[in-house]
């Protein structure tokens, strides 16, 4: 694939584009953009050895924007029809309206991107469902041989493949295809009245070939039915203050969504984040050093380019304690006075571009696991966290931990079911007294919420220990 497949398949000439940044520019602006993309998704469930259902989704449009100092004139159209593409260059004109001349207009051949992160020989819009179908198949079997207390089983893939085209007002003209895939597991267990869950996924930039090893769909729903069997005896979670023990990979989501969403630009330049003009500032225990990073071959939130046609990087958002920086997009790098940082995305065509993360994880320590639960004389170990809240504002969380267990003496003891963390982003950094040496980045199904768009992410954490946070539990 040596070029973007709109210049090639669907009839957009450079002409077109010309005509369309030159419209969008007509009552002036300083910058203009043309997003274009084609999306092709593929669903499969496969649920009690039946398959319920399989769908398949293609959308394509453009969106154009235009930017006049804060302002953002945002249009789309559903379709590439030169007319529908100048009535949206124009209402985007219209809604960033400005006295200034206007920017300049230049346009280059579409250029090679500096990443080349997923590489493949073939998409997944490109592969037969019976490859697809027999993923879930292998993973319902295994589901239900796992335990006779295994009641029911749903398994489902889901795969994407986006092509984007970026044509800008200054010269870029870059373009990407961005393959995607995720499989997931949900177990139902039940005895004497009890019924239990437990879930397991995994996915990346990567076709079927990712699913193998430790990543195999029996090896995936074998960690599903396992979880769901433990619930079954586990006891109610204690509540009170406590030294509480995060488990490797998946808790990183806490990371993600109790600090790094404060760490985005918009909400650090309306002053709306808990972060807000600390640059440079002690915002955590000396031990942590949070990055996000766009550029790690085949993860589920990497990106050649981002949807504002800059090659991702890795950004130090915290290092050793001290805040660096923020999440820039262009605009907010622009109004901020700081570099870009690959960090615009968006949902689709029809969606602006928003300051928003990529993979974010905390670096590895020192200490071995081990170390730090034997550190621990009672407290809570979570190694696995379902849903949460926060308070982008205030930085304040409630997450629940759908696998954990108590410490007790230094080691770990009886599972208990029902536990929830609650605190706020920087408290909690201040609090970590321990980082492990076992840093893990999830195994691929992070998606991210922010002003109704959703996103692919990935996370990351090693063991660490929070010296104290609040454990909400049901134990009487």
């Known amino acids: 694939m040596h070029s973007s497949i709109f210049l090639t398949t669907h009839g957009v000439t450079t002409q077109d584009l010309e005509n369309y940044l030159a419209a969008a520019l007509e009552r002036g602006g300083d910058y203009a953009d043309l997003f274009f993309e084609l999306k092709i998704n593929h669903s499969i469930t496969f649920e009690e050895h039946i398959l319920k259902g399989a769908t398949k989704a293609v959308n394509l449009g453009v969106g154009v924007r235009v930017l006049s100092g804060e302002k953002t004139g945002y249009a789309y159209s559903e379709d590439l029809n030169r007319n529908s593409v ?12 400005s006295a200034s001349a206007g920017g300049t207009l230049k346009i280059d051949s579409p250029k090679l991107r500096e990443h080349d992160l997923y590489s493949m020989a073939s998409l997944p819009a490109d592969l037969e469902i019976g490859a697809k179908l027999l993923l879930l198949r292998q993973a319902d079997e295994a589901a239900h041989a796992y335990d006779k207390r295994i009641q029911q089983v749903q398994a489902t893939y889901v795969d994407e ?65 396992r979880q769901a069997i433990q619930l079954l005896s586990a006891a109610d979670a204690p509540a009170g203050t406590m030294e509480v023990v995060l488990g490797p990979g998946w808790p990183g989501i806490l990371l993600h969504e109790a600090i790094g969403h404060g760490l985005e630009a918009d909400f650090n330049r309306k002053r709306t984040s808990a972060f807000s003009g600390l640059v440079g500032q002690r915002v955590a225990s000396d031990l942590c050093t949070v990055v996000d990073d766009g550029t790690i071959p085949l993860r589920r939130g990497s990106l050649n380019i981002d949807d504002e046609g800059n090659p991702t990087k890795q950004t130090v958002l915290i290092e050793k304690g001290v805040l660096q920086g923020y999440l820039q997009d262009r605009l907010n790098s622009k109004l901020m006075k700081a570099d870009v940082t690959g960090n615009g995305r968006r949902q689709g065509y029809d969606h602006v571009p928003l300051p928003r993360m990529t993979n974010t994880f905390m ?73 492990g040496n076992d840093l893990q980045l999830d195994q691929g199904i992070g ?25 909400g539990g049901t134990r009487r």
């Open 447 to 471: 998606i991210c919420g922010k002003e109704g768009q959703s996103i692919p992410v990935g996370v990351g954490l090693p063991t660490i220990k929070i010296q104290e946070i609040t454990v």
């Open 363 to 435: 670096l590895a320590g020192q200490s071995t696991p081990d170390e730090i639960i034997r550190s621990v004389k009672k407290g809570l170990y979570a190694g696995h966290f379902g849903g949460g809240q926060v308070d982008i504002t205030s930085g304040k969380f409630v997450f629940s931990a759908s696998e954990a267990y108590l410490i007790e003496d230094g080691k770990l003891t009886s599972p208990v079911r029902g536990a929830s963390l609650i605190g706020d982003g920087p408290t909690v950094l201040k609090q970590v007294s321990m980082v």
């Open 86 to 97: 100048l009535k949206a260059a124009k209402t985007a004109a219209f809604i960033a309206k």
């Open 161 to 225: 493949t986006r092509h984007i085209l970026l044509v800008t007002s200054d010269g870029r003209c870059v373009w990407d295809v961005q393959p995607m895939v995720r499989l997931n597991v949900l177990c139902m267990a039940e005895e004497n009245g009890s019924r239990q869950t437990g879930h397991q996924g995994a996915g990346g930039r990567q076709t079927l070939e990712i699913f193998r090893d430790t990543l195999d769909p029996r090896n995936l729903a074998r960690e599903a039915a």
